[in-house]
């Protein structure tokens, strides 16, 4: 059986030009052989991470800096070089484990992962925490050996599990008799430091290293050089990297977003057949994922937090705006139906600005002359493309009917 749309549709697919020469080179995951404009950071987490070359034990290092600033890319990269160095100088290499606590998010598993890579077993729950710290001491002890931990997102662990194993750990050396240990942190949040320990935290950042936001200017020569692997000759329009560029530097200076932007629009380009990319794709590109972090957020929410805005979604259905008392009366009818607690209308009118910060929607506040002031609040995205994020959640999706007024 044929199915001609369809057929047509792969036609045009191979006999359309294609654009990327390498696309896995655009994708945030490789780490290129050259990092422009990061010369400082690598110079100084190489000379810290040198140390184990002549057998000491590195300090500790913090590195933090907003997202798409080079952090993980540069630490990735100094690590290999020194294994590689170990390598070529035929000593003793360090066991190096880079955990994400983005993905591996509890001190449990973090514990179970560094116990794994010595090749120890354990279950994947049901032991208590400190016991598989312990196991972990005892098996790395078994050795005079470095491992080099590093922590990257560290902030996502604090924040979901809490200071265990970052305490532990900054200070296992005083127990291991052979082996020892050298963390390196990463956060992606500024404000890290100020909710961890202050023991903790003047351990952990015995050397800290800052990455600045990329200038546009710089995110330039990035993306330049990427572009070079990752497209064939000429198919770039030439204003298309500085537009990217420019546009990420308006966001703050992240790499990734302009990484992103330019393999999206190469897409873009290439789905539509066009034989260069242009200036459109990239603002095209630009709309797609800005969709996209926004639809992130939204599934990430709390549920609290889904409520209100569902409430505002229901309230601003007639009216455009809605007040923050109708948004209330709406919220409470919401938590009776699903039976979840009612937060005051304070703390509601604190999820609502955060709601703002996030660019869901916009609040503002108007006077209503001796009434005093009020605000009002619409949706800042397509109330579409909301309803289907919200409904996402099974627990709203009970709420259907609410909305179609049957309860
Ligand atoms: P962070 O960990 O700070 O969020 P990453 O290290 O993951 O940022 O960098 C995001 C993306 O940008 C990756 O694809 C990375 O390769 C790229 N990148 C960041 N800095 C540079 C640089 N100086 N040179 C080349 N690519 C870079
Ligand atoms: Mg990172």
């Not at 120890?120 to 208590?128: A, D, W, Y």
């Not at 957020?297 to 809605?322: F, H």
């Not at 909301?386 to 309860?407: A, P, Q, S, T």
């Amino acid at each position: 059986m044929s199915s001609k749309p369809l057929d047509n549709i792969f036609e045009r697919y191979i006999s359309a030009p294609t654009l990327f020469k390498d696309r896995e080179v655009l994708r945030p995951t490789y780490i290129p052989e050259r990092l422009p404009h990061r010369e400082e950071q690598m110079e100084k987490i190489g000379s810290i991470l040198a140390t184990c070359l002549k057998g000491g034990t590195p300090s500790n290092i913090f590195c933090y800096g907003k997202t798409g600033t080079g952090k993980t890319a540069v630490v990735k990269y100094v690590l290999k070089h020194l294994v590689d160095k170990t390598r070529e100088l035929k000593i003793k290499e360090p066991i190096v484990s880079y955990i994400n606590c983005a993905i591996v998010d509890t001190n449990y598993r973090v514990l179970s992962q560094l116990c794994e890579i010595l090749g120890e077993k354990l279950p994947l729950t049901g032991l208590p925490t400190d016991e598989v710290f312990n196991k972990f001491v005892s098996k790395l002890d078994e050795e005079e050996r470095l491992m080099i931990i590093v922590l990257d997102e560290v902030d996502l662990l604090l924040k979901k599990s809490g200071s265990f194993t970052l305490y532990e750990l900054t200070r296992v050396n005083t127990m291991l008799k052979r082996a020892r240990v050298s963390l390196v942190g990463i956060s992606n949040d500024l404000r890290f430091k100020d909710y961890l320990d202050p023991r903790v935290l003047s351990s952990l950042s015995e050397e800290e290293i800052v990455f600045p936001p990329y200038t546009a200017s710089e995110l330039k020569d990035i993306l330049r050089e990427r572009a070079e692997l990752g497209f064939f000759e000429g198919v770039l329009e030439p204003a298309v990297i500085n537009l990217c560029a420019a546009l990420a530097a308006r966001e703050h200076g992240d790499a990734r977003r302009a990484l992103d932007l330019l393999r999206v629009a190469g897409e873009l380009a290439e789905r539509e057949g066009s034989p260069k990319v242009l200036e459109r794709h990239v603002r095209e590109a630009k709309k797609r994922i800005e969709a996209d972090v926004l639809s992130d957020a939204i599934r990430a929410l709390p549920l609290q937090s889904k409520l209100v805005l569902y409430a505002i979604y229901l309230s601003s259905r007639e009216t455009l705006d809605a007040s923050t008392g109708e948004i209330y009366n709406t919220y409470q009818r919401l938590c009776s139906l699903l039976n979840v607690d009612t937060l005051t209308q304070r703390r509601v009118s604190d999820l609502i600005n955060e709601l703002d910060m996030l660019g869901m929607i916009n609040a503002a506040v108007i006077s209503r002359g001796r009434y005093g002031r009020t605000r009002r609040i619409r949706l800042a995205m397509p109330k579409n493309l909301l309803r289907k994020l919200l409904y996402e959640d099974y627990r709203l999706k009970e709420l259907r009917n609410f909305e179609k007024g049957v309860l």
